[in-house]
């Protein structure tokens, strides 16, 4: 931090020096932050290390994890005790993805579907009585949310999605389709952006539960990463009012929500990238070939440099995202973070694999793993391209609409 002082003998040249003042940027855990830290990891050796392998080839939600992770607390961790959460920080559940994916990669998605992912959208937004019919399976692992915003049509450009509802009497009737939901095959709840009229402004979110009458969930197609996603498919269906989470005009607040998601997104790609680069340091440490280990040569050492320079850049612009002392996270801050660590987390697996060889190739070692999960995160939650575009209006201070001359004619 830097204070400013005027210097008397140039006060009539109006000139104001900056001179460095008390140090005031801490770039360490504090103690409390650092115990629990320690205490996650711990529980994460104990209790998820053994099954680490199996489950990153496992296309299904790990409730057996869910239901661990909710007996200690980690999930709901930033949630008001009132709604059956923690009461602790956005960064203490940063802390947990990337403690348990240290350990576990894949159960570090139990943790973002529990604390970042639609789930605190809801907990923002949902009435008392929204939150007593769901949050108790929610964050008790019993259950999982899936957001609905992606469709055939609409990626991207999110705002053009065309999945409406219609109201009648008590009840909205809803038709469209959605694609690419993230537990989508698992989840019992899914948070439904839709439109209730034209335009931005007509756009809100209502809550489905599976099994409704016209909600279908499709079959279940794989990314490259194993996970599975289901079409959603809403023909006629009907949903009472009070599932409507925010209304005719509620698109801010949802991407507003979202930002938390992006910075559970951004986590879980540090993280992995760490989780690969960790091992491929391991490995360098004691493969030789050529007589010499490999961590003696110096294009590797190189690349290990750029890695964790990368690893560490972005992990700063995280922290800085996540510390919000109240409410959400700052749009500008998190696209800087999310853009950092994706890129970070995907380049550091992505050499991890190389500088591994053949065993980082292959399945048996999770390096593999973490970079196809990595890759994934540069296009979900607000592509590379998309947050760069964010960025740039801020530095710009300006909009800058991404539609063409055509589009906006028809309207
Ligand atoms: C692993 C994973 C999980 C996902 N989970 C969910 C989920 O839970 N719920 C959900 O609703 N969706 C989910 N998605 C979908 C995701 O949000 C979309 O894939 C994403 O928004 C991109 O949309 P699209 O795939 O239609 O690509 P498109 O929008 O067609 O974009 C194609 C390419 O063009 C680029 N591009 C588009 N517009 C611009 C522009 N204006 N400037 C520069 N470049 C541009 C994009 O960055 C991209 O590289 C997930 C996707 C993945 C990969």
Same mark, same amino acid.
């Given at each position: 931090?830097?204070?400013?002082?005027?210097? %008397?003998?140039?006060?009539?040249?109006?000139?104001?020096?900056?001179?460095?003042?008390?140090? @005031?940027?801490?770039?360490?855990?504090?103690?409390? @932050? @650092?115990?629990?830290?320690?205490?996650?990891?711990?529980?994460?050796?104990?209790?998820?290390?053994?099954?680490?392998?199996?489950?990153?080839?496992?296309?299904?939600?790990? =409730?057996?994890?869910?239901?661990?992770?909710?007996?200690?607390?980690?999930?709901?961790?930033? =949630?008001?005790?009132?709604?059956?959460?923690?009461?602790?920080?956005?960064?203490?559940?940063?802390?947990?993805?990337?403690?348990?994916?240290?350990?576990?990669?894949?159960?570090?998605?139990?943790?973002?579907?529990?604390?970042?992912?639609?789930?605190?959208?809801?907990?923002?937004?949902?009435?008392?009585?929204? $939150?007593?019919?769901?949050?108790?399976?929610?964050?008790?692992?019993?259950?999982?949310?899936?957001?609905?915003?992606?469709?055939?049509?609409?990626?991207?450009?999110?705002?053009?999605?065309?999945?409406?509802?219609?109201?009648?009497?008590?009840?909205?009737?809803?038709?469209?389709?959605?694609?690419?939901?993230?537990?989508?095959?698992?989840?019992?709840? =899914?948070?439904?952006?839709?439109?209730?009229?034209?335009?931005?402004?007509?756009?809100?979110?209502?809550?489905?539960?599976?099994?409704?009458?016209?909600?279908?969930?499709? $079959?279940?197609?794989?990314?490259?990463?194993?996970?599975?996603?289901?079409?959603?498919?809403?023909?006629?269906?009907?949903?009472? $009012?009070?599932?409507?989470?925010?209304?005719?005009?509620?698109?801010?607040?949802?991407?507003?929500?979202?930002?938390?998601?992006?910075?559970?997104?951004?986590?879980?790609?540090?993280?992995?990238?760490?989780?690969?680069?960790?091992?491929?340091?391991?490995?360098?440490?004691?493969?030789?070939?050529?007589?010499?280990?490999?961590?003696?040569?110096?294009?590797?050492?190189?690349?290990?440099?750029?890695?964790?320079?990368?690893?560490?850049?972005?992990?700063?612009?995280?922290?800085?995202?996540?510390?919000?002392?109240?409410?959400? %996270?700052?749009?500008?801050?998190?696209?800087?973070? $999310?853009?950092?660590?994706?890129?970070?987390?995907?380049?550091?697996?992505?050499?991890?694999?190389?500088?591994?060889?053949?065993?980082?190739?292959?399945?048996?070692?999770?390096?593999?793993?973490?970079?196809?999960?990595?890759?994934?995160?540069?296009?979900?939650?607000?592509?590379?391209?998309?947050?760069?575009?964010?960025?740039?209006?801020?530095?710009?201070?300006?909009?800058?609409? @991404?539609?063409?001359?055509?589009?906006?004619?028809?309207?």
């Amino acid at each position: 931090m830097f204070s400013c002082r005027a210097i %008397p003998w140039l006060k009539n040249r109006h000139i104001v020096i900056v001179v460095p003042g008390p140090l @005031q940027m801490d770039f360490n855990l504090s103690e409390e @932050q @650092q115990m629990f830290a320690d205490s996650v990891r711990r529980f994460a050796e104990d209790k998820l290390a053994a099954g680490a392998l199996a489950r990153a080839h496992d296309p299904r939600f790990p =409730f057996d994890v869910a239901r661990l992770l909710a007996e200690q607390g980690l999930l709901g961790i930033a =949630f008001d005790p009132a709604d059956g959460g923690q009461g602790g920080t956005l960064l203490d559940s940063v802390i947990t993805i990337e403690q348990i994916a240290s350990v576990c990669p894949r159960s570090a998605d139990v943790v973002q579907a529990g604390n970042f992912g639609p789930i605190r959208t809801f907990v923002e937004y949902a009435s008392a009585e929204q $939150k007593a019919r769901y949050l108790p399976d929610l964050l008790g692992g019993r259950a999982v949310i899936s957001l609905g915003m992606s469709e055939p049509d609409a990626g991207s450009a999110a705002t053009e999605m065309k999945t409406a509802a219609k109201a009648d009497g008590d009840h909205y009737v809803i038709d469209g389709s959605k694609v690419f939901g993230t537990h989508s095959p698992d989840a019992n709840l =899914f948070l439904v952006y839709l439109r209730f009229g034209p335009g931005v402004g007509g756009i809100g979110s209502v809550l489905v539960e599976r099994g409704t009458p016209g909600f279908t969930v499709g $079959k279940a197609s794989s990314f490259m990463s194993g996970e599975e996603w289901s079409p959603l498919y809403f023909e006629n269906c009907r949903i009472h $009012k009070s599932n409507v989470l925010l209304g005719p005009g509620g698109f801010k607040k949802q991407i507003s929500g979202f930002n938390v998601e992006r910075l559970g997104n951004s986590s879980r790609s540090l993280a992995l990238g760490r989780y690969a680069f960790n091992l491929a340091r391991e490995h360098a440490l004691v493969r030789r070939q050529f007589g010499r280990l490999l961590c003696e040569f110096q294009g590797l050492q190189w690349k290990f440099a750029d890695m964790a320079t990368k690893l560490d850049s972005a992990q700063l612009l995280l922290y800085r995202a996540a510390s919000v002392k109240e409410g959400l %996270p700052s749009a500008y801050h998190t696209a800087m973070a $999310k853009l950092a660590c994706n890129q970070a987390g995907f380049e550091a697996a992505n050499e991890a694999v190389q500088i591994m060889g053949g065993l980082g190739y292959s399945t048996e070692a999770l390096v593999e793993y973490c970079m196809r999960r990595t890759r994934g995160w540069m296009i979900a939650g607000g592509s590379i391209e998309i947050l760069k575009n964010r960025i740039a209006e801020d530095v710009f201070e300006r909009r800058f609409d @991404q539609r063409g001359v055509q589009v906006r004619a028809a309207e």
